[in-house]
């Protein structure tokens, strides 16, 4: 656990105020003979003696209060995964399935001109080269689609050192869950060895918080800062006639989760247009941003970079228009002049009655000549 505003513990000295107005309050008061009152102490000690037990109680209950007002004041935080253990290599022959994550925001630069990747990369290199001689190890990557670089756990660590330095950054997003669901099956490939799951990453709130959770045996090892921990939390498109014709609105939701502030660009890009605009989220709470764009069909995507830089993960797009229909081009490369001696007349056929529902799909057919022109337009879909 750690404090935010661990400044705020001083408002803990006021603790030593009730016990002193307790004494100097007793010191202070008069002693008055009261005959009956005197008569029912003498007759029953036992009581004299509970009162003066609970005017103490007393004071430390409201000595407690304080405290816990303190603490509240200094913002206890917990972490929402395990906090990075020491890496150590076993002394007996074991299976290591080593996660590293290759997403966007491992792309971030640090102190040293390298970036968070080349970190993750070091370390992970050092592990597997420490394992001892009999161990097994296997590589997961967790960008989307998250894989695993070995069919199974080798023996041949050598070859694993040097598919892990061939890796680079992917402009993707994390598979946190199916990476560790990767290296678990790995992991239990053999029951005649120990095995155990180690993830190198910056450990994303937004593309790793539902995959720690019911997996305390995983070593987690932070690479670089957390302080970019922010989410976007939706993103939509509703038509805005008021504002003109063919006006739409992106709205995005984004939630710092993070420690302090967060400040950075917020972009959209639609086609080969793009929108940026500065955002600063308030640390725990959630900022909204409006885009308007002219347009009511396509996608667009949204996207964060902090004001340092750092690459983030939460890319969304999202459909503009309330048409679901998925527009699909096949590029015919030998036209014949008889639909039915024509490959691309069948394919169009497949690809139509796949449709559940009218309207669902629809199909272009371009032959190469006219590709050029074809590719102007927006396609969901393209079939060579």
């Excluded at 992970?124 to 070995?150: F, H, K, N, T």
């Excluded at 709130?205 to 090892?221: C, E, F, H, N, P």
């Excluded at 609105?249 to 247009?273: E, F, M, N």
């Amino acid at each position: 656990m750690s404090l935010l505003s661990p400044w705020m513990l001083i408002v803990a000295l006021t603790m030593v105020v009730p016990p002193l107005l307790h004494l100097i309050g007793a010191r202070r008061a008069r002693r008055v003979q009261f005959s009956a009152l005197q008569f029912l102490l003498t007759k029953d000690p036992k009581r004299a003696r509970n009162i003066r037990i609970e005017h103490w109680l007393l004071v430390l209950t409201r000595m407690a209060i304080l405290a816990m007002l303190a603490l509240g004041l200094s913002e206890p935080m917990t972490h929402w995964f395990n906090e990075p253990s020491s890496l150590q290599a076993s002394e007996e022959p074991s299976i290591l399935v080593v996660v590293v994550d290759d997403s966007l925001s491992m792309s971030t630069q640090t102190k040293d001109g390298n970036n968070r990747f080349s970190q993750a990369q070091h370390a992970a290199s050092q592990l597997i080269a420490s394992m001892p001689a009999g161990s097994r190890v296997a590589v997961v990557m967790s960008g989307r689609p998250a894989r695993s670089l070995q069919l199974r756990p080798t023996g041949d660590l050598a070859k694993v050192l040097v598919d892990l330095n061939a890796q680079t950054v992917r402009g993707v997003d994390d598979d946190a869950i199916k990476a560790l669901a990767l290296a678990e099956r790995l992991g239990s490939a053999t029951s005649a060895l120990p095995s155990r799951i180690v993830v190198f990453s910056d450990l994303q709130r937004s593309g790793w918080l539902d995959a720690t959770k019911g997996r305390d045996l995983v070593q987690w090892q932070s690479i670089g800062s957390r302080s970019e921990d922010i989410e976007m939390l939706e993103v939509s498109a509703t038509p805005a006639p008021e504002l003109g014709r063919n006006k739409t609105r992106i709205h995005a939701q984004i939630k710092r989760h993070g420690v302090s502030p967060w400040t950075g660009d917020i972009t959209l890009s639609y086609g080969d247009k793009e929108m940026r605009s500065k955002l600063t989220v308030q640390a725990g709470e959630v900022a909204e941003h409006d885009f308007i764009v002219t347009a009511n069909t396509g996608v667009a995507s949204v996207s964060l970079k902090s004001q340092v830089g750092a690459q983030l993960n939460d890319i969304r797009d999202v459909l503009i228009g309330d048409s679901e229909t998925v527009r699909v081009l096949l590029i015919n490369g030998d036209p014949r002049p008889v639909l039915r001696d024509d490959e691309a007349f069948f394919v169009r056929k497949a690809l139509a009655a796949s449709a559940i529902r009218p309207g669902e799909m629809s199909v272009t057919v371009q032959s190469v000549g006219q590709l050029s022109a074809a590719l102007s337009r927006p396609w969901d879909v393209v079939v060579l």
